[in-house]
């Protein structure tokens, strides 16, 4: 059975720290899918990445950055200089084969920034 | 280019009721998918539907039921409502071919009383 862990429930950083969401998972599959969701007050989850399981190359886009490593099984991810409008719920999410298939969620992790 | 679109936004229902929440995907999208999110939880997997047949099914009792139209929308139908079937329904669209990114609509925030 697959099962995604976010240990942290809620996170306060200040404007402008850098700030990490762990994400832990687990599944038989030897190909697989791990993504972040973003979830604002509005309510949908907005797509963020994804990756597959042969790629462990780190992965930076702007001021997003995640962690991928196998032999942790792990899929953290980072916001560098955080802005108020990152304020949300994230979600990691595992999905096997395709990653069309039924995506597995964690339970979140709420992310206040401080003005 | 409408993204996913859910209706109603809301709903309040009386324990033992039945409803239908309905979804029209992405354009360009033929596969829909439910998620149940319940307070303070991360979204979980009810079905899936692609070519009007239910493709996968989550650990979700038959109450749950649903069905896709040939424009592709779907509906979701909960029969005998619970008052633990408060919750935010979700429903993401995406291609079939290949890997399409999941488009989520805004969901509906469904109460039962």
């Known amino acids: 059975a697959q099962k995604v862990t976010q240990a942290q429930t809620e996170i306060s950083v200040v404007e402008k720290e850098d700030v990490t969401l762990d994400c832990v998972y687990e599944?038989?599959?030897?190909?697989?899918?791990l993504f972040w969701y973003k979830q604002p007050p509005s309510g949908e989850l907005v797509f963020l990445i994804r990756r597959n399981s042969f790629d462990e190359q780190n992965e930076i886009s702007g001021r997003y950055s995640w962690n991928f490593q196998k032999s942790t099984s792990s899929f953290n991810f980072t916001i560098t200089a955080s802005q108020v409008v990152d304020s949300a719920v994230y979600f990691c999410a595992l999905s096997e084969a395709g990653g069309n298939e039924k995506l597995t969620f964690g339970t979140g992790t709420r992310l206040t920034i401080i003005p | 280019d409408a993204g996913v679109t859910q209706s109603p936004t809301h709903l309040i229902k009386t324990r033992g009721q039945q409803v239908t929440l309905r979804c029209s995907p992405k354009s360009g999208h033929d596969t829909v998918s439910w998620y149940q999110q319940a307070l303070g939880q991360g979204p979980q997997f009810i079905f899936q539907?692609?070519?009007?047949?239910?493709?996968q099914r989550g650990n979700f009792p038959d109450r749950f039921s649903g069905h896709q139209f040939p424009n592709y929308s779907s509906e979701l139908n909960v029969n005998a409502l619970l008052l633990g079937d408060s919750a935010l329904y979700l429903c993401?669209?995406?291609?079939?071919?290949?890997?399409?990114?999941?488009?989520f609509g805004q969901g509906t925030r469904l109460t039962v009383v």
């Open positions: 993401a669209s995406s291609g079939h071919r290949g890997y399409t990114e999941a488009f």
């Open positions: 599944t038989r599959d030897t190909t697989y899918y």
């Open positions: 539907y692609y070519e009007e047949e239910e493709r």
